[in-house]
Each structure stands twice: as structure tokens, then as C-alpha cells.
């Protein structure tokens, strides 16, 4: 990627890395369709709700013809099939809950899966990349990219709420496109100490964030905390640091080693990633691992934007050099907008996991009979870990504290946030 490399005489663009100029991160119209060949795949994903709560997804996957990927050309044929396998694999592994999970994927959706998974450069498991970024049509096709006119290709058990779940964190995606759009006018301003320019873009960032966090309220209007809880995470939840699944599973007919991956997460999204780079915010020790391991779960083209975001020269250094008060301003404006939506974040995790799993343990404490609660019968091994296998909160909270550093030292000494 020459045009990305640091120092290059050509502008920095985000030309080869796969970012829509409209959609950015988001995959623009995605198929719907397979080749005819691979319809035996897309007749049980499209069903999978359904099945997973008759239970016969089990049985139909393991009856289902092996099918080589071999037919699967185009990035978007791929990015489909994969969504697709992927949805199988979480609702045939999680089908009985956590007590009945499963050892082995049986090596007609392991092995296609497997061959998928490495053509796109993703993990074998359902990613951010998959359900939210490659997982929407629009009703009306010529009509606004909303909610309303918004739905699933493919879906899990969870009802309106897993629609709710995926169109709000894709439009969270959408909100954030004026702010991948004016990285590289960023990166550019200050290769060639273009002051005015940087601090306008840089006013477009902290813009953009701010409507992230404002699009990212509708969680609370689409989705249900109790059926994210009790009936969604489940089938989002990982084969790695999960007690539930201790060794792991095996792709039969792939390797006869169990392996071990993350759940789907947005922490799988390029675009946090992307700001912490740009504005130099650094996670160390555990949750930067956790936050670097995420990246291996991302379309390639976006983990190499990431990349070369961070070979970049710094630009806090470029505004320490300044002495432009809008520029100042406008990078701590970028900085508080994203301790903001971090701060937003925990306590939309509050709300949809640390309440409902208070709940849960009240529950089975007096030991009332709850069978009918949807909220006690939710897995008991991730009350407090993240889809993604992380310990919440405390992760949560480091990771937003960590991005208090990055402020420049002046302005910062006055603020206080709460915890
Ligand atoms: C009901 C909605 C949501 C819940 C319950 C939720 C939950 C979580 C949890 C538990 C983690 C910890 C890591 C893990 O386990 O994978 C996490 C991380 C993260 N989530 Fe969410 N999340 C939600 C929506 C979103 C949305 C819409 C976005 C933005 C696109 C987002 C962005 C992130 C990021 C960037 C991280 C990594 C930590 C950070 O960089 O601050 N989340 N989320």
C-alpha cells in the first residue's frame, strides 16, 4: 500500500483499503443470493431462529451435502456465504444452551467454512464484519438507509430485538463515515503543516463522533435489555476464555485440534481502532492485548488501515508544535467526544448486561421459580464476561480511561469525568 506508506510523497487516501466513500466501513449492497449450488446453505440460514427453537438445526446441518467453496468468486459472494455459515455455526453450537454445547462442528460446515473464512482473511465465527457490516438490505430500495427502511439478510433468536441490536450498531457505522472521510485530510494536513486544514477535519471528527453517540441512543428504543440478555448474547458468545466451551471446538475435517476463537463484539469494529490511532490513544497490558487480538476478526483491508493510521507521524505532536487554539481545540474536542461515547457505552453495557445479571443472580438466590423469566434462564458463564470473552467493566472502564491520556496536557488538568 504505497499510497499509506509514511512518508511517501503521494496523499494518503483511503482508496485501497475497502472503505465506501458513502458507507465507509459498511459493505455496500450486499448479495442476497447465492450460486444455486450453495441454496441448501441459505435454506437452513434463513431459518435459523426457527430451528434453533424446534431444535432441528443440529439435525439439518449435519444431513446438509458437503459443498466445496469453489464456486464462491467475488468478495461479496464470499462475504455472504460466510455470514451465512457463520449464523449456522453460533445456532448449532448454542442451540441447547450452555449446558449442551457441542465438541465438534461436523466437517460439512466445517470445512466450507473453514475454506471461506481464510479466502476473506476472517476467523471461522460470526464477526461485527459479518452481522452487522454485510447483513442489511433495504426495503425500499430507492428509499433512506433507516431504520425503518432497514432489515436483516440473516438473523438468530431474539425477534425485533435482533433487528434492533444489528441496524443500530450499522448505523452507528454510517454515522461515523464523515469521520473516516476526513482521516486522510488529517494525515495529509500534517505531512505538509497545513494548520487551518487539520483543525477543520479534525472539527468534522469530533462532529462525526458526537453523532455516533447520538445514533447509538436508539439501542434503547429497538432493543429489549431481557431479550438481549436472556435469549441474543448466548448465540454471539465465543470458544475462547469461555468456561462453557473450556477446550475450545474442533472443525472437523479441518484440523483435529479444538481451536479457540472470540465472539461477535463491535469491539471487532475498525472504527474506534482507527480514532485511537489517528489521535494517538494508547491501550497497554491486558485490554490493548484483548483490543489488538480484535483486529485479527476485521476484513484485512480495514486492519491494514489501522495499520498504517499508526505509522503516520503523530499528530498530537503536530499540535503540541502549533500554536493554533483552534487547532488545540479542535483535537480535544475529537478526544472528549471519544471518552464520551465510551462513557455512553458503559452505560449502555450497564443497562443491557450488568442489570440484567444482577437480576439473574437475585433470582437464583431466593431461588424462586423463574422458569418463566427470561432473564434467570440466561447463561450463567457469561453473567460477567463480554460476547468477546472479556471481563466488562473493568476492561470497559480502563479502556475509557486510557483515552483521558491522550488530551493535551493544558486543557486537561481542569477536567474531571465520571467513573
Ligand atoms: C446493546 C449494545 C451493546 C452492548 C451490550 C455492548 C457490549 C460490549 C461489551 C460487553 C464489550 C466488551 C468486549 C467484548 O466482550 O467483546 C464491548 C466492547 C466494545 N464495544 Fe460494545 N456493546 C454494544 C454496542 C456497541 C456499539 C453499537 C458499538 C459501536 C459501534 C460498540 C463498540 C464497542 C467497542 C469499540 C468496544 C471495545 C472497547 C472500546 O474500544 O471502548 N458497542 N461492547
Not at 452481522?131 to 430507492?142: F, G, I, V
Not at 462532529?207 to 434503547?220: A, G, N, Y
Not at 503523530?314 to 487554539?325: A, G, I, M, W, Y
Not at 458463564?381 to 476492561?395: C, D, K, P, Q, V
Request: aromatic share 8%; net charge negative.
Amino acid at each position: 500500500m504505497a499510497a499509506a506508506e509514511s512518508g511517501s510523497k503521494s496523499l494518503f487516501s483511503l482508496d485501497s483499503y475497502h472503505v465506501s466513500e458513502e458507507l465507509g466501513f459498511i459493505l455496500p449492497d450486499p448479495l442476497e443470493e447465492l450460486p444455486a449450488f450453495y441454496q441448501p446453505w441459505l435454506d437452513i440460514a434463513l431459518r435459523v431462529p426457527e430451528l434453533v427453537q424446534s431444535h432441528k438445526l443440529r439435525y439439518l446441518i449435519n444431513k446438509m451435502p458437503m459443498l466445496g467453496s469453489q464456486f464462491l468468486q467475488k468478495h461479496k459472494e464470499l462475504r455472504l456465504a460466510h455470514l451465512a455459515l457463520s449464523m449456522m455455526t453460533m445456532g448449532y453450537v448454542w442451540q441447547e444452551g450452555e449446558n449442551n454445547t457441542v465438541e465438534m462442528l461436523p466437517k460439512n460446515l466445517a470445512v466450507p467454512y473453514w475454506e471461506v473464512s481464510q479466502r476473506l482473511g476472517l476467523p471461522p465465527i460470526l464477526t461485527h464484519a459479518d452481522a452487522a457490516l454485510a447483513n442489511w438490505r433495504k426495503k425500499d430500495p430507492e428509499g433512506p438507509f433507516d431504520m425503518e427502511n432497514l432489515e436483516l439478510l440473516v438473523s438468530l433468536p431474539g425477534g425485533d430485538s435482533v433487528r434492533g441490536f444489528f441496524m443500530v450498531t450499522l448505523l452507528v457505522e454510517l454515522a461515523a463515515v464523515p469521520a473516516l472521510r476526513n482521516i486522510p485530510t488529517v494525515i495529509n494536513g500534517v505531512r505538509c503543516g497545513d494548520t487551518e486544514a487539520v483543525a477543520r477535519a479534525l472539527e468534522g471528527i469530533s462532529q462525526s463522533i458526537q453523532d455516533m453517540t447520538d445514533t447509538f441512543k436508539l439501542m434503547h428504543v429497538y432493543v429489549e435489555p431481557p431479550v438481549f440478555y436472556g435469549i441474543m448474547r448466548i448465540y454471539l458468545s465465543g470458544w475462547k476464555d469461555n468456561p462453557c466451551m473450556p477446550k475450545g471446538l474442533v472443525y472437523e475435517g479441518v484440523s483435529t485440534e479444538p481451536m479457540e476463537y472470540s465472539g461477535g463484539s463491535a469491539a471487532q469494529s475498525s472504527l474506534l481502532h482507527c480514532f485511537d490511532e489517528l489521535l494517538g490513544v494508547k491501550h497497554e497490558d491486558k485490554s490493548g492485548a484483548f483490543l489488538t487480538r480484535m483486529r485479527n476478526y476485521m476484513p484485512s483491508a480495514h486492519k491494514q488501515l489501522i495499520q498504517d493510521i499508526s505509522l503516520q507521524p503523530s499528530l498530537k505532536s503536530f499540535v503540541q508544535q502549533q500554536d493554533s487554539e483552534q487547532l488545540n481545540q479542535a483535537f480535544q474536542r475529537c478526544v472528549t467526544n471519544l471518552l464520551a461515547f465510551r462513557s455512553y457505552h458503559i452505560n449502555v453495557v450497564s443497562r443491557f448486561i450488568t442489570v440484567p445479571a444482577a437480576r439473574a443472580q437475585q433470582l437464583r438466590k431466593k431461588s424462586q421459580d423463574s422458569g418463566g423469566d427470561m432473564v434467570s434462564r440466561a447463561p450463567m458463564a457469561l453473567e460477567e464476561r463480554g460476547t468477546g470473552g472479556s471481563g466488562i467493566m473493568t476492561f470497559l472502564k480502563t479502556v475509557r480511561d486510557q483515552t483521558k491520556d491522550a488530551f493535551l496536557s493544558e486543557t486537561s488538568k481542569g477536567v474531571t469525568y465520571n467513573s
